[in-house]
C-alpha cells in the first residue's frame, strides 16, 4: 500500500471518526448466488449517474476449469468496502473523504479537487477520477436512499439475493443474520483482509472455491474498474493489470 502518500494524523483523525449515530453499516456479498446479470451496476449507474466507461461498481468474472471437464465461471460484485482505518481518507490532501451515516466512506464534493491520492491508496480499485468534474468518484452506500429508510439501489435490483446491505449493530437486520449463519458454515472471508483497513465487506464464498482464487482479478492500488474486465482475453487471466 502506498502509505508514503497518507498524511500526519492530524489531518485526517477527525474524518476517520463516523457519526455517533448508533448505527455500524455493512456489506455481505453472497458470490455463490450472483449469477452475472448486472443488475447492480446497472441500478448503480442510473441512480448516480455514472458515464460510460466509469463504474462505482463492477461484477468481476473468474473462469476455472471443472475436475469433470469444461469450464465455470464465479462471479464477483465489487464496490467501496467501506474500510473502518479507511486509506483514502488518510491520503486525501483536501479533506473531502471523510465517514459518514453508519461509517459509509463518503466524498464531499464541494471540498474535492481531484487530486487522485485516494485512488493510489485504496486496495480494492474502487474510486475513479470523474474525466469533466476532476473529482474522485466511488460508492457513498447510496446515502440518500438509506437515510430515507430505503436500500441501496443495487441491493433492490438484485433478483438473486447476492448482496445484503444494513446496520450490522442490530444483531436482526438481515445483513447481521447471513454474516452470522455463514460464519457458523464456516464460508465467509474478507478481501485482502492482511492490508488491515478493516473492511466492511465479507464475502460468502464456497470451500472450494476460496477467495484467494479470484482475489487476483480484483483491480488494486492506483486502478479502477475498467471496460476490459468484459473482454473475453481477461476471463481467464490470472489477474488485475
Known amino acids: 500500500m502506498r502509505s508514503d502518500l497518507f498524511l500526519a494524523e492530524e489531518h485526517w483523525r477527525e474524518r476517520m471518526q463516523a457519526p455517533d449515530d448508533g448505527k455500524k453499516f455493512g456489506w455481505v456479498v453472497d458470490v455463490r448466488r450472483c449469477f452475472g446479470c448486472h443488475g447492480c451496476e446497472v441500478a448503480c449507474k ?38 473502518e482505518d ?21 466524498v464531499d464534493y464541494d471540498v474535492c479537487s481531484g487530486h487522485g491520492a485516494c485512488k493510489e491508496v485504496c486496495p480494492y480499485g474502487a474510486i475513479y477520477i470523474d474525466p469533466v468534474a476532476n473529482q474522485a468518484i466511488k460508492c457513498h452506500n447510496c446515502t440518500h436512499r438509506v437515510e430515507v429508510g430505503m436500500e441501496p439501489a443495487c441491493v433492490s435490483t438484485c433478483p438473486s439475493e447476492a448482496l445484503y446491505f444494513g446496520d450490522l449493530n442490530d444483531p436482526e437486520s438481515k445483513v447481521s443474520k447471513i454474516k452470522a449463519r ?58 488485475a493489470e
Open 46 to 83: 442510473a441512480e448516480n449517474d455514472v458515464p460510460l466507461g466509469n463504474y462505482m461498481r463492477q461484477t468481476i468474472y473468474h473462469d476455472y476449469e471443472k475436475p469433470q471437464g469444461g469450464l465455470a465461471r464465479i462471479m464477483v460484485p465489487m464496490a467501496c468496502q467501506h474500510c
Open 182 to 239: 455463514l460464519e457458523a458454515e464456516g464460508e465467509l472471508g474478507q478481501l485482502r483482509a492482511d492490508k488491515g483497513t478493516l473492511p466492511r465487506a465479507w464475502f460468502g464464498h464456497s470451500k472450494d472455491r476460496p477467495i484467494d482464487e479470484w482475489e487476483p482479478k480484483i483491480p488494486r492500488e492506483g486502478q479502477s474498474y475498467h471496460n476490459d474486465a468484459y473482454s473475453v482475453y481477461e476471463w481467464k487471466k490470472g489477474g
Open 86 to 106: 479507511a486509506p483514502c481518507i488518510k491520503a486525501c490532501p483536501c479533506g473531502a473523504l471523510h465517514k459518514g451515516m453508519g461509517g459509509s466512506v463518503q
